[in-house]
Structure formats: structure tokens, C-alpha cells
């Protein structure tokens, strides 16, 4: 099975992901696809933050992915 993911962008989406509690990657947006959170759940968020594990990340520098098990 191959895995995708869905890019959280609206506050609604965050909304979501935090109410479920899944696990949330953080990756750059400056295009490197580095991987800076392998993984956490969303414990609050702003219009222009997102907590994860006691970490604070800036909504416009990072990508809130979640994973998806879908065929392609």
C-alpha cells in the first residue's frame, strides 16, 4: 500500500487534526522537503502558529502534513 498526504492549510483542518489527535509532520516550505517534526500531535494553533510538542512553528514558513493510506 502506498502512502500520501493531505497539507493542512485552513484553520478548520487544524481544527480537525487536533481534535482527532493525529499525527502531524512538519516540513519547510522553501521547497528542501526537509522533515523538521517526524511526528505529533497539534496542541493548539493561531493564525500564524502551530504548537506541536511544545514547539511553536510559523504557519508561513511550514507545511502541517498528515498521512493518508490511499491507492493510487
Do not use: H, N
Given at each position: ?17 487536533a481534535l482527532s489527535e493525529v499525527q502531524v509532520l ?32 510559523c504557519r508561513d514558513l511550514h ?10
Open positions: 500500500m502506498d502512502y500520501i498526504y493531505k497539507v493542512l492549510e485552513t484553520d478548520m483542518e487544524l481544527l480537525a487534526a512538519v516540513v519547510l516550505k522553501d521547497g528542501t522537503e526537509e522533515l523538521l517534526e517526524p511526528g505529533g500531535q497539534i496542541r493548539a494553533y493561531t493564525a500564524k502558529s502551530v504548537r506541536i510538542r511544545g514547539l511553536s512553528y507545511e502541517f502534513r498528515i498521512l493518508t493510506s490511499e491507492p493510487i
